[in-house]
Structure formats: C-alpha cells, structure tokens
C-alpha cells in the first residue's frame, strides 16, 4: 500500500497492525491485498477522469490517497477503526469519485447522452444559447450529467463488472468474490453518500453492519461514522496537491475552472491549528496573497472552507446523537475551522493584498446563486407560471404586514393594493402596496435579505413589535424566500418601506437596479410615486407590455388550451381565501375590487359573486360547455361553511356529478391563497384550507380535522338527499367524499352488472338480497390495490360482477386479511353494512388468463354467510 497511507494512525491500528493470533493475521493480509489491488485499478479508472475533463481539478490516485492522511488529522490517529472498517472506508475513497469519467458507465459517452439528466441540461444548454454550435454545448452537457450522476454511478462501482473486447474475461475492482458480494454494494453506497445530505446519511444508512460469520466480531462495521470521516476528509482536501503549478502551466484554464485551481493552487495542506489550545481546529494558509483581481479565488477558497466547517460540525452532531458516541463511534478530534464564515477572520490565514473581504459582500453576492439554485425554478418546480407564483408570495407577504398590525391595532382592518403601470411599449411596472406593520431600515437590511429566515420567526421581531409573537397573530409565511421569488420575472426591484408607526421621513428605499446582478442601492426618503397612505411598496418592472398583464395568457403555444384570464380574475384566484381586502389599479382604468376578505361572505348574493369570479364561468369563451356554467350556478346555494377553532377553513360543496369539464372549481389554499391559478376539478366545489406540505407550499393536509370534515360531508349528503338528488348524484358524491377520505357510507350505492347485462346503481337493500341469492364478482388488479375500469363491461363466471364507474379511493379492493383494507371503499361500505345485518362476507380470490399494462388481473369473489 501507499506509504502516505501507510504512515496513518487510523491505518496502524486497523490493517497495518500485527496481530499474534495467526487467523487474524492472516485475513488483515487478506484485506490489505484485496484493498491494493482495489488501489491500483481505481487508479487506471480516476486516471481517465483528466482525459476526460481537463478543466477539473485533480480527481486521481493522489487525490483518493491523501484522504487518508486528511482523515486522520479530522478523525485523530487514534480514532476506533477496525480492520473490515479500513477496508470499506478505503473502498468508499478509491470509488467516491471514480465515476467523474465515461469508462465508469456502462456504454461510456453514448450511455451518459442517453440519460434524461443530459437531454434536458442539452435543451437548457441551447435554448440559452441559441448560436453556440451544437458540439460545444455537448461537451457542456457531458460534465454537466457526470457531476449530476457521479454519485450515483459510483455507488454501483463495487459490484460493477467490466468485460474485455471479446467478452472472454470479467474485470472488478474488488478482485474477490466474498469481499465483493459482502461489501461491494456498501462500499459503493458509502462513497456515493458525499454526496447526500448529513439527513440523508442518517437515514439512509444503516448504522451496523456485522461481521460475516468467519470474521471476528469487533470487526462489525458503522456505515454512518464511515460516511462521516469521508465527506468530511473528501471535503477537506483542498489544496495545492489538487491543483498543481506544473498543470496549471500546462493546461489552458479560463472562467471559473481558472478561478477553482488558482483558489486550490495557492492553498497549502489543511493542518491543525497551534493557537487553539484544545487543538480541535483546523486551519488552512494561503502561499500567497490574493490581490483584488483574485477575488473570485479567494471567494471560492472561502466557501469550501464554510463548507468543511458545516461538514465538520454537522457529523459531529449527528455521530454524538448516536448511543455509540461512546464506545466506537465517537465525535472526530477536530470541532471546526478557524475563520469559516467569518471573512475578515479567514483572510488573517488565507491572505488578501489591497482588499479585505467582508461578510457585507457575502450577504449581497450570494443572492443571485441562493435564488437560482434554492428560490427559484429548483424550490418551485420546472412549468410553473412565474408570474403566479411572485404575484402570491407578494401577496402572502402583504397580507402578514396587515395582519400584524390587527393584532397590534384591532380596530385596523387593512387593504392591499395592485397597481399595474405602463414603462414603456415593452415594459410595465408592477406594485403591490399595503398598510400594515411595515419595514424599518433594520429589517430591510437584514431579515428581508436573509434567505431561509422568516422575519415573524426570528429574534428581530420580538424587538421590532414587543408582544407581537405572543398574540394571535399567525404569518403565512413560514420559510423566508418569499421576496426572493420577484426575481424570477423581474428585471428591476424597488422596495420602499416605513413601520406603520413612522413619518415619510422615514421612508427606505432598497433598489435593485440591475435584478440580482448588483448590489442593492439604499437610500431614504420618499420617491415621487410614494402613496402616502401605505407603509411598504415592492414595485418590479418586467419584461412584458401592459396588455399582457392586463390578460394572462395560460398555457400559451397550445391553441386547444390557451386560456385568457383578465388579470382581476387571475389575482382573485390567488387571493381566493384571503382575510384581506384586494383592489386592483390599472393605469387609466377605475379601480377594481378584487376581492373582500372570505369571513365577509355572510349572505348568497356575496357568495355567488365571489364564486363566479374564482371559478371563471363569466369569462367569455374560458367554459365551452353551457352545463358547466349552469352547474356552477345552480349548486353555489349548497357551499357551507367549514370552521375550525373558530375559525373558517373552508367553503364549499360536494361535487355530485363527472368533473370531466368542470375547471377551475376546486381550490385548495395554504393561508388563503391559492398555489395555482389554473385549478382542476376534484371533490368539491369552492374552496378547503391546507396546510402547507413544503416550502413550495404544496398543500398537504387539510387544516379542518376528520371529524370536522365528516360533518360538513353528512350535511351535504342531508342536503342533496332533500333535495331529491338521483341516484347517480349520490353515487358520484360519494365518490369524491371516498376520495377526500370521508365516510360515503350513508350515499353509497353499488354499480353491479348482471348476467342479463342490465347495468344498474343499486342501493344496500337490493346487493343484499342479491348477495342472499348468489355470490358477486369484480375484476382486480393484481399488482394493485384497485378494481379494473379500462376492460368493457365484462362479466366473472356469469355471476353478478361489481363494474365502477368512477376511479379513485372508491373503487380500492385490497383486503387487509379477512377485511377490506380502506372502509370507505365500495367493498368496505359494503362489508360495513352487512356487519350491521348481522351477517357478514367472505372474500376469495382467483387468477385470470388477463393481461392489461398494468399486469395480470384477478377475480375477487363477494360471498355472504352467517355470522
């Protein structure tokens, strides 16, 4: 082995130590030999990884060796390691980056452009920019998908088998066959590990692997404190090794890859720091100063070295979480590194000449990359409407101001305001104004821009309005990006903001002038658009001319879909729900209500207007189909109220009907705004409160509890059975109830096909006098948990056979033993309502000769018998 290796503590103890109990001996030399020749084929295969990407820096042997030498130094020399432990993390180095190369994939560069990773990065690639030829933009792509995928690959590299030309022979890395088929898949999952998240190592990993039967068992190995040391020591390996002088003289760099080898080429190795006296700190040193044109470097250098410090930290955290800290999984000797995150500390050590960093130009130059990589398309998903998106996070964050200050005034009601202005034939501006509890210059310059913090959840506000956090006063917002989403369309921000409490004098503007490509500009006063009557305006000019704001076109490029939405109904669909009032100002147009706060909704005429206006039907040419608009119209009587604590969390309807052309009916909403403008129709008609699943603030569940729910459910099943609904009305409310997981058992009816081929809806009383009579059929599929819908109508055995008609939670036939799994399920009604007749069914199923692209299809066979 390496003599760099060799020198280790963490090596001494484990595989380079002598044993007198010859067995033990005897497989340390097993391991040792395995692990060399492992070495010296990883070495052909990272070797490759220069040819392949020049730009890179050094991804080879030498790279892979000195993480042991890192390891040590994080870990200390006396770490607890033993000897299959060595062997898995030596493993996990040698293929942590091995797959930074095409021979590592099986078809090589043709296999890699085949992936869906390198298809879009190529899509992406051309569409911005258009004129590059196609072969430059390939070889773009091509790292692009090898650093998506590396980690990926290498944790198949263990086991991976390589054929030579004729097919004759096999080649691995790990030559024998037992330590392979052992460990070949551990290995290779704890070297794609560095690239997880530390929770995804948690939970992902397992946190003991024992010993083969043969083996001593100390020799047990922890997957997690193996990951542990090699993110850590993969992380601190930046240096001048990486980046030597004699290839960065060779190789022509440019652009960041320059600015990545000279912040490595000017770094010496990482060592212990000698004036920390726990000598639990690591320090880095530069070999000369960065002048004020190595800027990019140093900022590089900086943030690898942030990086190692969180690295650090965070799998301290989680190894001392462990019950094994104190046996054989301790924390690592080294706690942190000296200047991480504290510019004007690390430029002490890694020095600059003619400038001083500051964490002011970290603060503002990280905006464009923490929106692109976390605010953006990343956090909202690819096919979003951009527009929708600012428009509600503005919105949201509107909406929090005035509700503060309700609850530092409660006699304050509030208002938001959208002001839509003409810039010029290709631009227009954007306001979104409110009165409520306003920004001061604190605030703006720091909550405001700090990404991920909420400012209702951070110490500022308990200065900012002492009581405010104690009171009843709950935010929308939750997670701190909502500004940070205007970029996404704007080419121009203003932010203008006084507490509620201040004079105009007060006033700070905060300008981006450039969207996030410099620094923000702040100043005081007010501008000449400043209304006086509101505390806080977020103006965004964008790219887009007047018209197009005044009608959002949805789904644009589609003629069979393109929808054209004025843009009151487009904000009354974001605000669906909002206890605010909206009012829309379109430049030489009379100001437009847009919405009134959802608790004012007390009368039928009030409902009706703000149902029409969040569903559409008014729209001219939105609603093809006249039943449609008329189903709407006639059902909005039966929309309740669903509350919760006393509080409304919702307003609506059961669907009784097919929702094929129903759009834009259903809404759900997260603190009363919508998450998409273009809405479906699902279970109800109007509107349910969600809470919010994620920072994208999908909905997950419902803020009204089951019980709740079930009741607002009963009442409209009361109502349409008052209402003499067929049974067809009853069938599909039950349904959407199923569907919602509600209980539809008092309008379930039984979609039953019989021998003769009459098809009928019938009613428990009827099933059951079948069910005395002869047993019934449904068709199931078997890899699923539902009953078939995409045969015709098709009768099992000539028997009566069960044949829905709708899909979704009512049509689920999975039996959990002897029972239907899901009670509100057709076959679980059905179950439930003959228990209460004092019988009960038997359920058996049997394999039929069909195939659908779904799988093989079953018969479940219903049969009654006493109890």
Request: glycine share 6%; aromatic share 8%.
């Amino acid at each position: 082995m390496n003599s760099q290796i060799e020198k280790t503590g963490l090596w001494t103890i484990s595989l380079g130590s002598k044993d007198s109990d010859r067995e033990i001996q005897r497989k340390k030399e097993l391991l040792r030999g395995v692990l060399l020749r492992f070495r010296e084929h990883a070495s052909v295969v990272t070797s490759r990884i220069t040819a392949t990407f020049p730009g890179l820096t050094i991804h080879d042997v030498t790279h892979l060796d000195s993480l042991w030498e890192i390891a040590d130094l994080i870990a200390g020399s006396q770490y607890p390691l033993n000897p299959l432990e060595a062997f898995v993390f030596g493993g996990a180095i040698l293929l942590h980056d091995a797959a930074h190369c095409f021979e590592a994939y099986e078809g090589g560069q043709l296999a890699v452009r085949k992936t869906l990773i390198w298809k879009d990065a190529l899509a992406s690639e051309m569409a911005a920019h258009p004129d590059e030829p196609r072969e430059n933009l390939e070889q773009i792509c091509d790292f692009t998908a090898i650093r998506l995928l590396h980690a990926r690959q290498a944790e198949k590299l263990g086991e991976k088998e390589w054929k030579s030309e004729n097919d004759t022979t096999s080649f691995f890395l790990i030559e024998d066959f037992d330590l392979r088929s052992r460990y070949g898949a551990l290995i290779g999952k704890i070297a794609a590990s560095h690239n997880w998240s530390i929770d995804d190592v948690k939970s992902r990993l397992r946190s003991q692997v024992n010993a083969p039967g043969d083996w001593p068992t100390e020799w047990r190995v922890d997957p997690i404190k193996l990951a542990c040391l090699l993110r850590c020591a993969d992380a601190a390996h930046i240096d001048n090794r990486r980046a030597p002088d004699f290839l960065l003289a060779l190789i022509r760099r440019s652009g960041i890859s320059l600015e990545h080898w000279k912040a490595q080429n000017w770094l010496a190795r990482v060592d212990e720091d000698q004036s920390d006296p726990t000598k639990s700190s690591l320090l880095f040193t530069s070999t000369r100063s960065f002048k004020p044109s190595d800027a990019v470097a140093w900022w590089i250098a900086f943030d690898a070295i942030s990086v190692l410090d969180a690295e650090i930290r965070a799998s301290n955290n989680l190894l001392l979480s462990r019950v094994q800290r104190d046996s054989s999984s301790p924390a690592f000797k080294m706690q942190r590194v000296t200047g991480a995150n504290v510019p004007n500390e690390l430029s002490k050590s890694i020095e600059t000449e003619g400038w001083t960093p500051t964490s002011a130009r970290i603060h503002v130059g990280n905006l464009e990359r923490l929106v692109q990589t976390l605010g953006g398309q990343s956090l909202y998903g690819d096919g979003i409407d951009e527009f929708a998106v600012v428009m509600r996070e503005l919105l949201q964050n509107a909406r929090d101001a005035i509700a503060a200050r309700r609850s530092l005034t409660p006699e304050f009601s509030g208002r938001i305001s959208v002001k839509v202005a003409r810039r010029s034939d290709t631009h227009s501006t954007i306001e979104v104004r409110d009165d409520g509890v306003g920004m001061s210059e604190r605030t703006m310059t720091t909550s405001l821009l700090d990404f991920g913090t909420s400012f209702w959840a951070s110490d500022l506000v308990k200065s900012e309005f002492p009581g405010l956090r104690s009171s009843s006063f709950k935010p929308v917002g939750r997670f701190g990006i909502g500004f940070y989403a205007v970029f996404m369309i704007a080419t121009e921000v203003l932010v203008a903001s006084r507490r509620y409490d201040e004079g105009v004098a007060d006033i700070v503007r905060l300008h981006f002038p450039e969207g996030l490509t410099l620094r923000p500009i702040l100043a005081r006063g007010a501008d000449e658009n400043h209304d006086t009557m509101s505390s806080t305006c977020i103006r965004l000019t964008v790219n887009e001319p007047i018209e197009s704001l005044k009608t959002r076109r949805l789904a644009k490029g589609s003629p069979d879909h393109e929808k054209q939405i004025p843009l009151r109904n487009y904000l009354a669909a974001i605000t669906a729900a909002l206890d605010v009032s909206v009012v829309l100002q379109i430049e030489g147009e009379p100001p437009l209500s847009v919405h009134q706060p959802i608790d004012s909704l007390d009368d039928a005429e009030k409902t009706l207007e703000w149902l029409r206006g969040i569903t559409f039907i008014d729209i001219p040419g939105f609603c093809n189909k006249n039943d449609a608009i008329q189903y709407v119209l006639e059902n909005a009587y039966r929309l309740r109220r669903i509350e919760q604590d006393g509080q409304l969390v919702g307003l609506a309807a059961v669907i009784d009907r097919p929702t094929d052309d129903l759009q834009c009916v259903t809404t759900d909403t997260i603190g009363g705004l919508t998450n998409h403008v273009m809405r479906g129709a699902s279970t109800y008609l109007g509107y349910m409160e969600s809470h919010p699943g994620t920072a994208k603030r999908e909905s997950a569940k419902k803020v009204a509890t089951q019980e709740t729910l079930q009741s607002w459910a009963d009442e409209q099943l009361s109502i349409l059975k008052k209402n003499k609904a067929t049974v067809d009305q009853l069938y599909w409310a039950a349904s959407n109830l199923a569907n919602a997981e509600l209980d539809p058992i008092e309008a379930i009816s039984f979609p039953v096909l019989m021998p003769d081929k009459r098809y009928a809806l019938m009613p428990f009383e009827e099933i059951f006098r079948l069910l005395q009579r002869t047993p019934i059929a449904c068709l199931k599929s078997r890899t699923h948990d539902f009953a078939e819908t995409h045969f015709g109508p098709m009768l099992i055995d000539n028997l009566p056979t069960l044949r829905p008609i709708t899909t979704g939670s009512l049509i689920r036939v999975h039996l959990d033993g002897a029972v239907p799994k899901y009670p509100f399920s057709l076959i679980g009604c059905l179950d439930r309502l003959v228990k209460k007749s004092q019988r009960e069914l038997v359920y058996e199923i049997k394999p039929l000769p069909l195939q659908t692209l779904l799988g093989p299809m079953d018969a479940l066979f219903i049969k009654l018998r006493d109890v």
